[in-house]
């Protein structure tokens, strides 16, 4: 099981990464918007900087990054992941995070170490949200040790791994550990944040779609203890 330790990973040898970076680079900065980038930045935050690219641009470009380039093993998943967050404009990240969403099936547990540096590395909802549904929760999926590491994440100091493993079996439906879901809400229900609060309901109004009993009957609960946006959140298409 990989460790939960806060050693930044090693970026593995890739020649695909070599070549995907380096059209990567090149076909994005060709498209770069400086003044659309100021205004992507200030609408997050200015968790990062911007190339300017909108994102129906930025997928047809990664298209062609991507094109007639070999299927990659897990070292090229890493190495093209902490390539691009080595890279300060946004869309690089974008570009990671969707490119780990298309491979993650390729990936064992061992990538998590990577995913968590991303996730505690610039984050911001933009990226961590995607990674949580669409690679932390698949690798957990694949990989039932890995929920110890959940365990672990839902108690952390830092507040993205927290909502993390709040999101992380968002895609799960009929699958979801129950125990768990209910469990880390109530364990993060008096969290002063706003984003895990807002994840809290997230992951309960999701969980409604499968079974909107279950969710009431938690709600009403633990209703004393949730934050009212958690309610809201949790109760809004009941």
């Given at each position: ?6 050693r930044p ?8 990464a ?6 990567l680079?090149?076909t ?6 400086p ?13 990062a900087p911007?190339l300017g690219?909108?994102?129906?641009l930025?997928?047809?470009l990664?298209k ?20 691009c967050?080595?890279?300060?404009e ?6 990671a ?21 991303l996730i505690?590395?610039v984050?911001?909802w933009?990226?961590?949200?995607l990674?949580a549904?669409?690679?932390?929760g ?9 929920a110890?590491?959940?365990d672990e994440?839902?108690?952390d ?5 927290a909502?993390t493993a709040l ?8 699958a979801?550990?129950?125990g768990?879901?209910?469990?880390y809400c109530?364990r993060?229900a008096g969290?002063?944040?706003?984003f895990?609060r807002?994840?809290i309901?997230?992951c309960?109004r ?9 969710v009431?009957?938690f709600?009403?609960s633990?209703g004393?203890?949730?934050?009212p946006?958690s309610?809201r959140?949790a109760?809004k298409?009941?």
């Open positions: 099981m990989p460790r939960n330790d806060r990973p090693s970026v593995p040898r890739s020649a695909l070599d070549a995907l970076l380096e059209r680079t090149g994005y900065a060709g498209a770069a918007d003044g659309r980038a100021r205004v992507m930045a200030a609408y997050m935050k200015d968790v911007f690219i909108p994102t129906p930025r997928r047809e990664s062609t990054v991507t094109k007639d380039t070999p299927r990659p093993s897990e070292a090229d998943c890493a190495a093209v992941a902490l390539r967050w080595g890279l300060p946004r869309e690089y990240h974008y570009f995070v969707d490119y780990l969403r298309r491979h993650v099936s390729r990936c064992s547990s061992d990538l998590l170490p990577v995913v968590r540096h505690t590395t984050p911001w933009d990226t961590v949200d990674l549904a669409h690679t932390v698949p690798l957990v999926a694949a990989d039932p040790a890995l110890a590491v959940m994440w839902i108690g100091e830092d507040l993205w791994l909502r999101l992380h079996q968002l895609r799960y439906k009929s979801t550990d129950t768990r879901l209910f469990g109530r993060q969290h002063p944040d706003f895990v807002k994840a309901g997230w309960l999701e969980y409604a779609k499968t079974d909107p009993d279950a009431r009957a709600v009403a633990e004393d203890l949730l934050s946006l309610v959140e109760l298409n009941l």
